[in-house]
């Protein structure tokens, strides 16, 4: 049996979104989950910044972290799921849960991230109506 992964395979197959962003937050792998779940392609995604994907209202926190990240070589979310908005490619909002890696090179230096993202839109949805429905029945109006 040949145990040999194909990682080129493994990273086109995967249900989740895998995006790998340089050191200067420039795009360099975009999965197909990717083009799913935010809507470009990897042709339009790749060689773009992240910006493509964060809201603006997040952008100067996300920039600032990204670029400490990059500096320290680490992260200070590990190995911490993180749920965050997220832009689509037609404007509108999503709600995504992702764990985030620093990729080094040769000389230990920082030199991008790898995300492995899931869409949670629709769970999230669900879970605020779930918690509005408790809400409603604890405490009814009169």
Known sequence: ????VDLHQ???????????????EKIILWNP???RIFGYSAAEALGQTLDL???????????????????????RYGASLLKVP??????????????VGMLFDDHHQA???????RDETERFAQERALKKRIADLENPQA
């Open 1 to 4: 049996m040949n145990t040999t």
């Open 53 to 75: 994907i964060v809201p603006e209202r997040q952008r100067h926190q996300h920039n600032a972290g990204y670029s400490n990240s990059m500096k320290t070589g680490t992260t």
């Open 86 to 99: 997220a832009l689509h490619k037609d404007g509108s909002t999503l709600s995504i849960a992702f764990t």
């Open 33 to 35: 989950a990717a083009t």
């Open 111 to 117: 030199n991008g991230v790898v995300a492995v993202i």
């Open 10 to 24: 493994l990273v086109q197959c995967m249900g989740d979104a895998i995006i790998v962003a340089d050191a200067h």
